[in-house]
């Protein structure tokens, strides 16, 4: 008589979905609001099938009563994947935010098809070349490897979360500003040394007209300095983006 291990392979399949489903809905690309909800439903399954050999060996089975808790840290150990990775990304759209205003493009806004929202044109611009950078080095496959490598470093029902795992997440968040401000710091200082200058020579020459030429010449200076620091950018993210992954994998140690 053969014997199908329901209870098991239920428990095995939950776990694992709902893990992916928290990563599917804050990660960079798979959580884009462009991809439909069906789209995403349907990986989350074909994942789960996948993973279920992996997530049966190294459950521990628990009474029905103790399910809404390891659904509640399942989902939340890929939610924190998903944000220690789109960091970066929050990171990139306040440097553009930035960049904008000391260009003189933060009056210029555009729909954003991720966020659904208007946002300054640098914004988008600087989100558009990280996301492409993104897709080109294959970090959404990383991302993928790093949740099914989860399961062997933190499997399920396993997860504790103590005081160094809420600072090391309070740690990583602070990030967003001074990696931010990295991003942005060829342009910003440019931009700044051209308002310095322009304030010089209004106060040497009261008869130019600097308030008119201030916006031109930070726009010009601005989108050269840009234009010559973008060649820097694979490398620097690909770093930043090894960097995440590297966080998430020092996250499930904590976790333990």
Do not use: C
């Not at 909800?37 to 996948?50: D, G, N, Q």
């Not at 509640?72 to 929050?90: D, K, Q, S």
């Not at 993210?237 to 996250?251: A, P, Q, T």
Request: charged share 10%; net charge neutral.
């Amino acid at each position: 008589m053969i014997t199908i291990p329901l209870v098991a392979i239920i428990t095995a399949l939950l776990t694992a979905g709902v893990r992916l489903s928290g990563l599917m809905l804050f990660a960079p690309f798979f959580g884009s609001a462009v991809i439909p909800a069906r789209i995403k439903a349907i990986l989350v399954l074909a994942m789960t099938i996948l993973l279920l050999p992996t997530v049966g060996r190294h459950i521990e089975f628990e009474p029905l009563s103790a399910w809404p808790r390891l659904i509640a840290i399942e989902f939340l150990i890929g939610v924190g994947m998903g944000i220690a990775t789109n960091l970066i990304f929050e990171a990139v759209q306040f440097s553009g935010e930035i960049v904008g205003i000391q260009m003189g493009y933060s009056l210029v806004t555009l729909l954003d098809p991720q966020t659904k929202a208007n946002s300054s044109v640098m914004q988008l611009f600087y989100q558009s070349i990280v996301m492409l950078l993104f897709l080109r080095m294959d970090i959404h496959y990383w991302l993928l490897r790093a949740i099914g490598n989860s399961f062997l470093d933190l499997p399920p029902g396993s997860a504790h979360f103590n005081g160094p795992f809420a600072g090391e997440i309070a740690r990583i968040v602070g990030t967003i500003f001074g990696l931010g401000m990295q991003i942005a710091a060829p342009v910003l200082a440019a931009t700044l040394a051209a308002d310095v200058v322009l304030g010089l020579l209004g106060k040497a020459s009261p008869q130019m007209p600097v308030m008119l030429l201030g916006p031109a010449v930070k726009s010009v200076l601005g989108i050269f300095v840009l234009s010559a620091t973008l060649i820097y950018w694979p490398d620097l993210f690909r770093r930043l983006f090894i960097n995440s992954i590297s966080r998430v994998d020092h996250l499930f140690h904590l976790a333990h």
